[in-house]
């Protein structure tokens, strides 16, 4: 049996030299052939590597935009909550009426309102009552309002705060 195998080894080994007579750039064309080749599969992958690349980039894009809006609204409501509690805080020592009427501080009575009236979003019924609750309050305390206690009108005003500030995101 080897003996064979030897044969048939020789055979196409006189048959490669018997093609290479025939044709002698025959090996010149299979390397030319095998190098486009190469160079085809590598162009075919450099390809689907850049769409693949620029997929990936823009969907972590994506999230980290996601991410940075999210971190920014969350900031942005914190800092909103927290300037509402101070405005209110605000208004509330300034109508206090444990003061001598003489001691009312007029003018940062009607800007802490002036101030909550542009923050809150008369669209928003919570708002809206919250609004309207401050104006009340400002004016009973500087003489313009009706004859309600301002004790009630600074508790209305405590609650409705209560439901702005810990209300969901709207």
């Known amino acids: 049996m080897e003996n064979k195998e030897i044969i048939d080894a020789l055979n196409a080994l006189i048959e490669i030299a018997r093609l290479a007579k025939e044709q002698p750039d025959a090996p010149i064309l299979a390397a030319r052939y095998t190098v ?7 162009f075919l992958t450099l390809i689907g590597q850049l769409i693949t690349t620029r997929l990936l980039i823009k969907s972590e894009m994506r ?16 800092e909103w909550n927290r300037n509402i509690q101070d405005l209110v805080t605000d208004l509330l020592v300034a109508t206090d009426p444990q003061l001598e009427l003489e001691k009312l501080n007029k003018v940062k009575i009607i800007g802490c309102a002036h101030k909550l009236n542009l923050m809150l979003n008369l669209n928003v019924r919570s708002h809206d009552q919250l609004n309207n609750a401050i104006n009340n309050l400002a004016l009973n305390t500087t003489g313009w309002g009706g004859g309600n206690s301002i004790l009630d009108l600074q508790d209305e005003v405590i609650k409705l705060a ?4 810990y209300q969901p995101k709207i």
């Open 63 to 78: 999230k980290v935009l996601t991410q940075i809006t999210a971190e920014k609204e969350s900031d942005l409501m914190i």
């Open 36 to 42: 486009y080749g190469m160079v085809g599969v590598a």
């Open 162 to 165: 209560k439901q702005v500030i």
